[in-house]
């Protein structure tokens, strides 16, 4: 660990992964409450502003483009700035056409900042070492989330959504002007194809992100609204849990890391998704607030295991195309995001089990797929 300390890039991914996720968990703290209590909006919103959040990670491959013009670390600095602007003025706008044009805005710099934070880590850090650098970062956004929530919980005394929209995003703005006079490159990586790429050798990596991304976004999208609708959770009902979550990930996080270099991405990705499917069946059924809010932070603890996507692609991957892959690989993650959102939406009309079944069908078909995964990197106890 010391030596990824070490690499100036580490400290400029933190710092700016801090940024990202702090703009990100209070958005999503406040999001289901002002869309239902302030902005009076239903279910089928909630779906359709999911899919709208995704389309930035739908054409994120086309960030490769801007790396014709713009260093790669910049445009990290650049997406972070985006993400700021479009959580400071969320507030200002409680309308459905509103909240599609903020959504878009912050997800833009969300999304392009993923990308170049993956393609980052993959290029300046070695194999051995991105497992455990990838579940630092998370634990590192997990401690960050925990911070933001109980700001959430103390400030929702005296602050409203729509000004704590803007400290939050004004925060991320400020941050991302003094990391634009940073340069962390000391070393020399290998020249990354500026272009999308696409090879046959990658396909289980294009299929697993694929499910990964249609699975995720069903329980992001449906997760939280049913802890509001059904059960009638608060704003700071939704601080605690968060802040309970990302207590919980903070120490889990790590521990994922450790598992995926011990036992190897097959089976470490098999026991994700067993525990998922089981977690989506609960999730239809629960009746319990308690129970619910087990699931949800279960959900969060076994996800954390699909950092084995990212080390497997790595190890297969030939050197110049870890950049273009990484942001393809964002685009297809999202491919079903944009579209699962908005039918799930309509599903949950008939009835809001349907989606939550729909995730643990996409979970099987995950494990299915991960047993073809093929690397001689692990030995089994």
Same mark, same amino acid.
């Not at 700021?84 to 400071?88: E, N, P, Y």
């Not at 059904?230 to 700071?236: A, E, L, N, P, T």
């Given at each position: 660990m010391q030596k990824i300390k070490n690499n100036p890039m580490y400290s400029y991914l933190i710092i700016l992964s801090v940024c990202s996720t702090a703009g990100l968990q209070a958005w999503v703290i406040l999001f289901d409450n002002f869309l239902v209590n302030t902005a009076g909006l239903e279910g089928y919103h909630a779906g359709f502003l999911q899919s709208v959040r995704e389309i930035p990670g739908f054409i994120a491959m086309f960030a490769v483009f801007a790396l014709l013009f713009i260093k790669e670390h910049k445009l990290a600095v650049i997406s972070i700035l985006i993400l /700021? =602007?479009? &959580?400071?003025i969320t507030g200002l706008f409680p309308t459905f056409t509103g909240l599609v044009v903020t959504t878009l805005v912050s997800s833009l710099g969300f999304h392009y900042f993923e990308t170049v934070r993956q393609s980052l880590s993959l290029q300046y850090f070695d194999k051995d070492e991105t497992a455990g650098l990838i579940s630092r970062m998370i634990a590192v956004a997990s401690a960050t989330s925990v911070i933001i929530a109980i700001l959430v919980f103390v400030g929702a005394n005296w602050l409203s959504a729509?000004?704590?929209?803007? @400290?939050f995003g004004g925060f991320v703005i400020l941050t991302a002007f003094f990391m634009m006079f940073k340069d962390p490159t000391g070393k020399t990586t290998t020249p990354q194809k500026k272009g999308v790429v696409l090879k046959k050798k990658y396909w289980l990596f294009y299929t697993l992100t694929f499910m990964g991304g249609a699975r995720r976004q069903i329980f992001i999208a449906f997760a939280t609204f049913l802890?509001?609708?059904? !059960?009638? !959770?608060? &704003?700071?009902e939704i601080s605690l849990l968060f802040l309970l979550n990302n207590t919980v990930n903070y120490f889990s996080a790590p521990v994922a890391g450790r598992l995926i270099r011990r036992f190897g991405e097959r089976i470490s990705l098999s026991l994700e998704y067993i525990f998922l499917i089981v977690v989506f069946l609960s999730y239809a059924f629960v009746e319990s607030r308690y129970l619910a809010v087990a699931l949800y932070i279960l959900d969060h603890v076994f996800f954390n295991l699909s950092? /084995? &996507? $990212? $080390?497997? !692609?790595?190890? %297969?991957?030939?050197?110049?195309? =870890?950049?273009? $892959?990484?942001?393809?690989?964002? $685009?297809? +993650?999202?491919i079903a995001a944009v579209v699962l959102p908005v039918m799930g939406g309509y599903l949950?009309? &008939?009835?809001?089990? *349907?989606?939550?079944?729909?995730?643990?069908?996409?979970? /099987?078909?995950?494990? %299915?797929?991960?047993? !073809? *995964?093929? @690397?001689? +990197?692990?030995?089994?106890?």
């Open positions: /700021g =602007i479009g &959580i400071f729509v000004q704590l929209y803007m @400290l802890l509001v609708q059904k !059960f009638d !959770f608060s &704003i700071k950092i /084995g &996507i $990212t $080390t497997y !692609f790595q190890k %297969i991957a030939d050197p110049q195309d =870890i950049a273009p $892959t990484a942001a393809v690989g964002l $685009t297809i +993650n999202h949950w009309m &008939i009835d809001y089990k *349907i989606p939550f079944f729909a995730g643990a069908v996409l979970a /099987g078909i995950s494990l %299915i797929m991960t047993q !073809f *995964i093929r @690397l001689k +990197n692990y030995k089994l106890p």
